[in-house]
């Protein structure tokens, strides 16, 4: 079973990362102890046509259970049935049930990244689509090894090796790994952090799908496969290669000392680490605001104000920009009308905005 090292997510998926990857070791000790457990139960499947065993399937059913494939190692599905093609459909199907009761203990689960706060981290939730990934589509191609007639009863044992089984498990694994290997390249080299952040989620999206499957093919005995160790020694690389970068990734903040700018400076620090140091790797928040404008009108004192945020790199490079919306404060003087406008911040509605281009970079 390929190694769980993290990472999921720093599942972005994560924590600083290297408390994801000593979760996802737990997670890979304790599903590889599982299927280790459920390998052992593989080539002694059977089943009865009836929910009352007949005479002549008594007699049969020890005899089927009891005959050995040419492989030892093989899988192996019995049943019985009134019409032959039947007894050996049947049987095919016990040995791809076979499969299925393997990884029984993932049916509820399927691993997915979650964001939480500032932290990345890959969390069991189990669901019933990992049953899907059980399905033998080529049990149809199990051999037959024994057939025999008694009475009106017939009695079928088909064989499969493991590695024959294996192969459309195979198929499904090569389909995810390339796609996951696209993003491993991707987040070693790409030097856009948010572009690197988003490969990173998509490669722990990937990796979740591929976990059950690299799951059950272990089960089969597929282990010491050359692809599987090379894919494995890939994911390692970014995962040290992201921890690296996340370590040492920061928000960084540039605004001025007054009351407004400082009013901003509190709500996002109440979301979000920020440093306000010198920016050495990371995205520099830098204010942008015109003056505070106080009129007197009809309403008395009015204060209006419109801040702006852009994202920086510490070379320079501007990654974004965000507009904020008109605020207004209203007293009976301008110190009363500039008090309420800093009130007026905190819950203002150009928060959501900000969160929404803030939080992609991964940093809460």
């Not at 009863?153 to 090796?161: D, E, F, I, L, P």
């Amino acid at each position: 079973m390929l190694k769980k090292v993290i990472l999921l997510y720093c599942f972005v998926l994560l924590y600083s990362c290297a408390a994801p990857q000593a979760q996802a070791e737990k997670d890979y000790a304790a599903e590889a102890q599982y299927l280790k457990s459920q390998s052992a139960n593989f080539g002694q499947g059977s089943t009865q046509n009836t929910s009352s065993a007949s005479g002549a399937e008594r007699t049969l059913m020890p005899k089927l259970r009891s005959f050995s494939c040419k492989d030892p190692h093989a899988l192996k599905g019995v049943a019985t049935s009134t019409v032959e093609h039947e007894a050996v459909g049947q049987a095919q199907n016990q040995l791809a049930l076979q499969i299925q009761a393997s990884v029984e203990g993932l049916t509820d689960s399927y691993r997915s990244s979650e964001r939480t706060g500032d932290q990345e981290n890959i969390t069991r939730t189990w669901t019933s689509q990992v049953r899907q990934i059980a399905h033998l589509s080529n049990a149809h191609e199990a051999k037959i090894e024994y057939l025999e007639k008694h009475g009106d009863m017939y009695g079928a044992v088909v064989c499969m090796s493991k590695d024959a089984a294996a192969r459309p498990f195979w198929e499904q694994y090569a389909s995810l790994a390339d796609s996951l290997q696209i993003f491993i390249n991707t987040v070693i080299s790409q030097n856009h952090p948010l572009r690197k952040i988003q490969a990173w989620w998509e490669s722990q999206q990937l990796y979740t799908r591929l976990l059950p499957i690299n799951g059950v093919l272990d089960a089969l005995g597929q282990h010491e496969n050359a692809e599987k160790l090379k894919l494995q020694a890939n994911y390692r690389a970014m995962v040290e290669h992201y921890t690296a970068f996340k370590s040492n990734f920061n928000m960084y903040w540039e605004g001025a000392d007054d009351k407004f700018s400082q009013a901003i400076f509190s709500q996002l620090s109440s979301r979000y680490k920020i440093s306000t140091g010198v920016c050495k790797q990371g995205v520099r928040l830098v204010l942008t605001k015109p003056e505070v404008q106080c009129n007197y009108g009809s309403f008395g004192y009015m204060c209006s104000w419109q801040p702006s945020l852009k994202g920086v790199a510490c070379d320079g490079e501007l990654y974004f920009t965000i507009d904020g919306e008109l605020l207004r404060g209203i007293g009976k003087n301008e110190r009363e009308a500039q008090g309420h406008l800093t009130e007026v911040i905190a819950k203002s509605s150009l928060w959501g905005q900000w969160y929404a281009e803030l939080d992609q970079w991964g940093l809460r």
